[in-house]
């Protein structure tokens, strides 16, 4: 690390932070759990997963994608500390994928289940964060919001409506052509915003403060005060089933979407070598193991703030770790300033997040690909929704696989014809479950032709296909049907 580095890795570090502190806490929020859980994954991921993390770039913390896991997870399993004894699980399966080298694995998901997951997760986070923007959090959800029993808050609806229309803002030429106002992350201006609003009506409109309600973070004047807020793990709640399902939902998920991020993280800034995906893995393993330890969430390699630390000049980890230190500098010492985000802020921030993952024009770009990528796709996002994450994605890759099968069955057999002379082309290896085409396209041919095989690309035909063509050949010179390249013995 020479001085050079340092100059672009200290701003880097301070933009990343300032791109996290708003993620963490609404995430945490969103969770139901306590802002300070988001922090101190992110300290987690920023300073222990970092350091042994083989990315230079990507930075790791709480994930908006997991938000719907754990609120679903902590429902079922009745307690936050039973959902930490299944994140602990979750680590340690998370570090055997990495010895057993399971990250290659990553390219067998299909395209279309991944960007499902991601559209359906998006479509989640909206759904659970519309009653928080209009400030009905807790009172139902969004069922109650539609039976219309619900009462709104305008000054919540006001502060989120702000928090989205600059969001929208910072992603037009305007702001973006304004190279100081370019250098600010957008979350953070609408958070402010929202700060500004509970400032004003604590000090001058009281009833738009009562309207607000806020981020509630401890302060923390010992050591003591600290240990007694994290929460501890419920080490008999291994013997749930339950808690393996989770486990194994969130190393999967996990897994899944930090790899997927380091791999959009090559497109962005490549490193050579390339970071190993099993090692990533382990190294997420035992974040989400310290996690699950120390009474925090989740933890994922995340893309937006991968992103932004490489946009912003990061040469090496430093940036990453100065970002968990400020942090953790932030919950244990600032925890004042930060009581006064209020929660319609941070909504719109994971509003906006949600509407990324499940931007309109990713359904546009699917359906225009073909109902073999479409079906999938859509079939992924019904499921995740109806049947659980889990469920969801083997749904998904259950169709994507069905739609594969006939769209290879479909294309593996033709039959031309020139006059009476018949092609009949092998496009692939053909097993017995390409005996009914094969048996459709051969009945095809009339008497007193002749058929001629291509199999240049068939380098395998299955016993039961040459069954069937065995019997075809010694049937056809009652038929007037002459064979030429026949691939099977005719007696």
């Known amino acids: 690390m020479n001085v050079k580095t340092l100059r672009q890795d200290i701003p880097a570090g301070l933009v990343v932070f300032l791109v996290a502190l708003p993620l963490c806490l609404g995430i945490a929020q969103a969770s139901g759990l306590p802002p300070f859980a988001g922090l101190l994954t992110g300290v987690i991921g920023g300073l222990l997963v970092t350091a042994l993390s083989p990315s230079r770039f990507a930075v790791s913390g709480p994930a908006a994608g997991l938000v719907t896991i754990v609120v679903a997870s902590i429902q079922t399993l009745g307690s936050f500390s039973a959902f930490l004894t299944a994140l602990i699980l979750a680590g340690v399966l998370q570090c055997l994928l990495g010895l057993l080298r399971a990250g290659r694995f990553i390219a067998l998901v299909p395209g279309s289940v991944i960007k499902g997951m991601l559209a359906a997760i998006g479509i989640l986070l909206i759904m659970q964060q519309i009653p928080v923007a209009l400030g009905a959090a807790g009172e139902g959800g969004l069922g109650a919001l539609m039976s219309g029993n619900v009462a709104f808050s305008a000054s919540a609806i006001g502060v989120a409506a702000a928090g989205l229309l600059t ?74 089933p339950a808690v393996w ?84 500098v932030c919950g244990l010492w600032f925890s004042s300033l930060l009581n006064a985000i209020p929660l319609a802020s941070l909504a719109a921030v994971l509003l906006y997040t949600g509407y990324k993952l499940a931007t309109p024009r990713l359904f546009a770009e699917q359906i225009r690909m073909g109902w073999a990528q479409s079906v999938p796709f859509l079939a992924t996002i019904g499921g995740i929704i109806l049947l659980g994450m889990l469920a969801g994605i083997f749904l998904g890759i259950a169709v994507q696989i069905l739609c594969s099968i006939y769209q290879s069955h479909r294309n593996a057999l033709q039959l031309t014809r020139h006059d009476d002379h018949y092609v009949l082309h092998f496009h692939q290896n053909l097993t017995f479950m ?58």
């Open 245 to 328: 399902v989770v486990a194994v939902t969130l190393a999967l998920v996990a897994s899944l979407e930090t790899l997927l991020s380091q791999e959009a993280l090559k497109k962005l800034r490549p490193q050579y070598p390339a970071p190993s995906p099993d090692k990533e893995m382990f190294a997420q393993g035992i974040g989400n193991l310290t996690a699950g330890l120390l009474g925090a969430m989740p933890i994922t390699a995340v893309i937006v703030r991968s992103s932004v630390n490489v946009s912003v000049g990061a040469q090496s980890k430093l940036s990453i770790l100065i970002h968990g230190v400020l942090l953790l």
């Open 167 to 240: 969001l929208w803002l910072w992603t037009t030429p305007l702001v973006k052509s304004v190279r100081v106002l370019s250098w600010i992350p957008g979350p953070l201006v609408a958070v402010l915003i929202g700060c500004m609003a509970t400032f004003a009506g604590d000090r001058l409109f009281p009833a738009l403060g009562d309207g607000l309600p806020r981020i509630v973070l401890p302060a923390f004047d010992s050591l003591s005060a600290l240990a007694a807020e994290l929460e501890t793990p419920d080490w008999l709640a291994w013997q749930n």
């Open 434 to 491: 390409h005996n009914p085409k094969l048996q459709g396209v051969l009945a095809e041919i009339p008497e007193n032709s002749l058929v001629i095989v291509e199999q240049g690309n068939a380098e395998y035909l299955d016993p039961d296909v040459k069954a069937v063509l065995r019997d075809f050949g010694e049937n056809a010179p009652e038929r007037g049907i002459r064979l030429s390249q026949w691939p099977v013995a005719v007696k």
